[in-house]
């Protein structure tokens, strides 16, 4: 399904590529959108629909991390402020700044470690309750600390619990509003919501599916209260694309708090991580900015490089999974 076309992406667009995905069943959908300057081009193969909507999982967090940046320009919040200046009830708050709470540095516990509080696993009828952000950070706040702030590096979405509960005790609103407010309104981005404990998607979406005693079940349906703040929000690739072309070319920070996000940090994966932002090295020596993201039957990368292509990709995985060394093919096929 293609949107635009020109010679200079036409040689690289990998639609075969999503295309093999879905025929060798590793994902029932997949969708791409790339925009640059020469225009925007796409690709949907399976259950996927051009402009389908999907959930974004931790994606999420670029837009918190964002707005949290928004109100370190307005000198209301302050990057290497302990957290319990904002939000009372952290482990080690007092110890703990802004800065480690975005970059995954603060060593909080991850809640969605325990056992039934991950969204990427089946939890049957549990998946449609509803979760208050309080609770998430008491199951944390019961478990010791993976290591002292500064001290290490581990991802966590509890993290982003904090980051989002800093939000609203600094701006009296929810955070969703204030998301909506500072960004969605902005850049007219009518297709990105945080749906709170609504469990569906908008209509068009392609099926999410998670294989359970050996059979797949239709996993579309979900509360993503139990993510809240860490990866409920729902978008579209062009919404997507349009977010991160704004904020990695400046329009939504001060070039400082950009430059601050930049920032990032080793984390002994495949990324290194900065505040709400991922840093991928390809291998052919570029890189890429964005943040990726999961929930149960959907995966999403979202990234830009610094020439200005930005690329969304959302695919619902079926249990043969697609592996890694696809993923990095089929970008380093875009950015090199």
């Not at 389908?52 to 999420?60: D, H, V």
């Not at 929810?174 to 998607?201: F, Q």
């Amino acid at each position: 399904m293609v949107l635009a076309t020109s010679m200079a992406l036409t040689s690289q667009f990998p639609a075969a590529e999503l295309d093999s995905w879905v025929a060798g069943g590793w994902a029932s959908a997949a969708l791409l959108k790339v925009e640059d300057a020469a225009g925007v081009r796409g690709h949907a193969a399976g259950e996927a629909h051009e402009d389908g909507y999907f959930r974004i999982g931790s994606a999420t967090k670029t837009f918190v991390a964002t707005v949290v940046l928004q109100l370190v320009d307005e000198r209301k919040v302050g990057l290497d402020d302990p957290i319990d200046r904002y939000v009372a009830g952290v482990p080690m708050g007092d110890r703990m700044t802004v800065r480690q709470v975005l970059n995954h540095t603060s060593g909080l516990y991850d809640y969605a470690h325990e056992q039934g509080y991950s969204t990427n696993r089946w939890r049957g009828d549990a998946r449609f309750r509803s979760y208050r952000p309080q609770e998430l950070l008491d199951v944390a706040a019961g478990r010791p600390s993976y290591f002292d702030p500064g001290e290490g590096w581990h991802y966590s979405n509890t993290n982003y619990v904090v980051a989002g509960l800093l939000v609203e005790r600094v701006t009296g609103n929810r955070y969703g509003d204030e998301i909506a407010d500072r960004i969605l309104k902005p850049l007219r981005l009518k297709r990105t919501s945080v749906p709170g404990n609504r469990a569906g998607l908008p209509e068009p979406h392609a099926r999410g599916y998670s294989e359970v005693d050996g059979r797949l079940v239709d996993a579309t349906l979900m509360n993503p209260s139990l993510d809240w703040a860490a990866g409920e929000m729902i978008s579209t690739a062009d919404d997507l694309n349009t977010f991160f072309g704004a904020l990695l070319s400046g329009r939504l920070t001060s070039a400082a708090s950009l430059a601050a996000m930049r920032e990032a940090v080793p984390t002994g994966t495949i990324f290194r991580y900065g505040l709400g932002l991922q840093s991928f090295d390809l291998p052919c020596g570029r890189q890429v900015w964005g943040h990726g993201g999961e929930l149960i039957g959907y995966l999403t990368y979202a990234v830009r490089d610094d020439t200005g292509r930005t690329a969304t990709l959302s695919y619902n995985p079926l249990p043969a999974e697609v592996p890694g060394e696809a993923v990095i093919g089929l970008f380093a096929s875009l950015y090199c």
